[in-house]
């Protein structure tokens, strides 16, 4: 029964004005009847919340800090009041929201996230920390938030993102505060400010004892020999920890070795996973993986493969999981060990050691409540000393005791640029506590924006959030001058005015410039790409292509795909100078200046800063221009061929989310008067070519703006405890991105074969008879009569493919554009409409190539 139809049974609604008693009671009776006592740690919180008091949740992993946060939400709604959950991701805030919808009903509970908005006027909200912090910039005390629930506290001190936990704490003074973590440290500052915050009294329950307590252990055998013993002794499920994404993988097809699933759990694994459509690269290993009880998760990941990951495992049936430290945000799965690979990993700029926040948060996931009465984590000793170790017990058993011997064993170093650890290093992370959070607040100019809008003057309120901040007075003196400098730029670019003659507290400035309702920190160059596709020509045959070229410069961009496409450029240019007879330091020198593909980037840079003088406060963002959805449609690849092509199996999950926020950039910036026929083909083909790759990341967040499909959604996460996939529409029933599909097949051979790459073509027809050497005799006729063959706009124009669309089958004819423009010679085919479905892409057979007729 939902929470809110208990209390209404039992007389308690927002209408009667419920006592904090009567809060408790029903609160604590609606878990008795669903079998759950709460811990002392739990009842003391939640008692603290329906009084009044802002809460400091500092308790184990494990403890049950998401029943208080229910609490929370149900103490404000019992009030009439609203209140908000806010997570570090958008993967854990959806993932609330379904847990929510299941205890307040769809209706009482929204999501907003930047890429969407589900019932965002629910009296319960989800949503990402930066959400809040831009709402509360906006309108203050004004702001309807009554009850602010920050999960991941310890976010507050990310160097990038940590000004959004901060804010709150600052502005929000009519808000009571719910702040929980497993790692916050000391938090004498945090409960000293809630207090002077609005007076509220403020509870620090922490050092509440572990339901499932854990067992430390550092272990001298190599990481097989260790998973052997963990399996023996029944310490399974074991999540191995690494910190590349390359190690997991390698790890996990390591251990196949070791058989980790009896026969039963693979023919359950093997039934559980029979109708899900794996793709070719990293899907196929995935597949072999799991079906050996071996499963691998990390943020490289398609999401749908990390949901299978996370359903098996809470279904029992993985023995083992590799992956990456993004466990420490949440991965939701039983797991009994936890064994950490290194005490030391590369930040993005440096190697170093872990901290205690780090070890403990990802120690905190071993022994979970409901599943184990004890967890375990094991640290690897590193590789020189386990082979070391190894070494000297050999001396030992062949000398004995004898020192003159032992010292003569030969040593292996550690690797270059290890940064030393080992056994102390482990002890003293383990009794270590967390170390303080550290304040990371930052002005910029999209703050000052959300400030602008205040109804009170907002420069005194700006420098009391400056001053207000957790930063030390020289860094606040530093602040101030830079939001002073803001301001004067935004008084110089006529954004903002002065008031002639402000009221007494009142504004002091006004905007001068319209910000969309929706301006934050997750799309703020959406106004230039609108003025930027109104200098294209929509007459130019490439328009399409360049609308997209606007669009992908003001997208993040993702680091790993650009890493390959610069990879790939430097790799064919040094072949081609190689070939031209370039020497070498000829080719070291050009090579400097070969990046990744970034069309339009001169037109695009110029434009910018021209816009900018108008829009000062884009100085914090920088354009990125790029060719990811471009390049893929320019090549006429799908998303496996792409990902082959640039090597990109690791980062497919990367890929595939830059391909989701440009397609929902393309349909929610390009406005209706600027689509063209051809770029509403392109868009279309893209958003089909995502949800045929990973339909959650689309489908998903559409079908939740109905509400009827938001009830199913929950209960099917009701039943599986994860959330639902909705099931992949058939990619033949979008006729217009699917027509552009079977282009781009046809057309991915033109290009193949204007290059003269026939063994390519070879790969790909092969099995139709069509091998390197029969399209090989068809170049050679082509070109002893044509010099050329066209690729560009013109050749890949709908004018040059026939299609004759019979039901289920059409057949095709793609037409060469030829110097000559005889237009006289083609390649034939056949599409299989079933067969496309199954595949989730066009299935093209060549049937013929050669003159036409």
Not at 247 to 254: C, M, P
Not at 550 to 556: C, D, F, S
Request: hydrophobic share 45%; with cysteine.
């Amino acid at each position: 029964m939902l929470l809110t139809e208990y209390a209404a049974d039992h007389g308690v609604t927002p209408a009667d004005t419920p006592t904090p008693e009567q809060v408790y009671d029903t609160f604590t009776g609606w878990c008795s009847g669903r079998g759950i006592e709460l811990y002392p740690a739990q009842d003391e919180a939640v008692l603290e919340l329906v009084s009044g008091s802002h809460v400091i949740l500092a308790t184990p992993t494990g403890s049950g800090k998401s029943l208080v946060a229910v609490a929370a939400h149900f103490d404000a709604l019992m009030r009439g009041r609203r209140s908000y959950y806010t997570a570090p991701i958008k993967a854990l805030v959806s993932e609330k929201f379904f847990d929510l919808c299941a205890v307040f009903g769809p209706r009482n509970v929204g999501m907003v996230t930047g890429d969407t908005a589900v019932n965002p006027d629910a009296p319960i909200v989800c949503c990402t920390a930066e959400i809040l912090a831009n709402l509360v910039l906006r309108t203050g005390r004004h702001a309807d938030v009554d009850t602010v629930i920050m999960d991941e506290f310890h976010f507050y001190a990310d160097p990038q993102r940590g000004w959004a936990w901060q804010v709150p704490l600052l502005e929000a003074q009519q808000s009571r505060f719910l702040l929980m973590s497993a790692t916050l440290g000391d938090v004498t500052r945090f409960a000293d400010g809630l207090t002077a915050l609005n007076g509220k009294p403020t509870a620090v329950i922490a050092n509440a004892e572990r339901p499932v307590p854990l067992s430390f252990e550092y272990a001298l055998t190599p990481v097989h020999e260790t998973v052997e013993e963990l399996l023996s002794t029944h310490r399974a499920p074991v999540y191995i920890v690494h910190f590349s994404q390359a190690d997991a993988v390698e790890r996990a097809q390591a251990l196949i070795s070791l058989n980790p699933a009896d026969r039963a759990a693979r023919d359950a694994i093997a039934e559980a996973i029979a109708g899900f459509r794996f793709a070719a690269g990293f899907g196929r290993t995935l597949s072999r993986l799991l079906r050996h009880g071996v499963g691998v998760h990390h943020a490289g990941m398609l999401p749908k493969y990390r949901r299978l990951v996370e359903q098996l495992a809470q279904a029992g049936l993985l023995t083992v999981i590799c992956g990456t430290d993004t466990l420490g945000v949440g991965i939701n799965v039983p797991i009994r060990t936890v064994l950490i690979t290194a005490l030391s990993k590369y930040d993005g700029t440096r190697t170093r050691l872990l901290t205690a926040r780090e070890f403990h948060q990802i120690a905190g996931r071993a022994g979970r409540a409901g599943y184990d009465t004890a967890g375990t984590v094991l640290v690897q000793a590193p590789e020189h000393v386990i082979e070391n170790e190894k070494a000297l017990q050999k001396a030992r058993d062949k000398f004995g005791d004898d020192a003159k011997k032992l010292r003569q064993v030969t040593k292996k170093k550690p690797p270059t640029g290890f940064v030393s650890w080992g056994e102390p290093t482990f002890r003293r992370l383990v009794e270590a506590p967390p170390e303080p959070l550290v304040s990371s607040f930052t002005v910029s100019h999209a703050m000052a924006l959300n400030l602008l809008e205040r109804d009170e003057d907002q420069v005194a309120a700006m420098r009391r959030l400056i001053e207000g901040s957790h930063e030390s007075r020289p860094r606040q003196l530093v602040l101030l001058r830079r939001a002073l400098g803001i301001l004067r730029e935004l008084l110089a670019g006529d954004v903002v005015e002065r008031v002639p003659d402000p009221v007494p507290g009142g504004r002091v400035l006004a905007l001068q410039v319209d910000l969309q309702p929706d301006f934050a920190l997750n799309q703020p160059l959406s106004g230039f790409a609108l003025a930027a596709l109104s200098v294209l020509d929509p007459d130019e045959p490439a328009y399409a292509l360049d609308a997209v070229s606007v669009i992908e410069a003001t997208l993040e961009p993702p680091r790993q795909v650009i890493a390959a496409q610069a990879n790939r450029a430097r790799t064919e240019a040094v072949a081609a100078m190689k070939a031209d007879g370039v020497d070498y330091e000829a080719r070291m020198a050009r090579l400097e200046s070969i990046a990744h593909p970034q069309p339009l980037a001169e037109l695009l840079e110029d434009a910018f800063e021209t816009y900018r003088r108008g829009a000062p406060w884009l100085a914090d963002f920088a354009l990125s221009p790029k060719s990811v959805v471009r390049d893929m449609y320019e090549r006429a690849m799908g998303f496996t061929e792409f990902v082959a092509f640039y090597g990109l199996a690791r980062s497919e999950g990367v890929l595939l989310r830059y391909l989701a926020d440009a397609f929902r950039a393309l349909r929610q910036t390009i406005p209706t008067d600027a689509r063209r026929e051809d770029l509403g083909d392109l868009v279309a083909w893209l958003g089909e070519l995502v949800r045929q790759v990973d339909s959650s990341l689309l489908d998903e967040w559409e079908q939740l703006l109905d509400p009827e499909h938001v009830a199913d959604a929950v209960r099917e996460h009701e039943r599986t405890g994860v959330e639902p996939v909705p099931p992949v529409a058939p990619v033949t029933a979008n006729t217009r991105a699917f027509r552009v599909m079977v282009r781009n097949a046809l057309f991915r051979r033109v290009e193949l074969f204007a290059a003269e790459r026939e063994e390519d073509l070879g790969a790909l027809d092969g099995e139709a008879g069509w091998d390197a050497d029969r399209w090989g005799a068809v170049m050679d006729a082509y070109f002893a009569e044509h010099e050329d063959l066209g690729t560009g706009p013109q050749a890949r124009g709908p004018q040059l493919l026939i299609i004759d669309d019979a039901p289920g089958r059409w057949t095709v004819r793609q037409i060469f554009d030829d110097p000559a423009g005889h237009r006289d010679w083609g390649i034939g085919a056949v599409v299989d409409l079933a067969a496309s479905d199954e595949a989730g892409a066009a299935v093209v057979t060549v049937t013929d190539v050669g003159r036409l007729g």
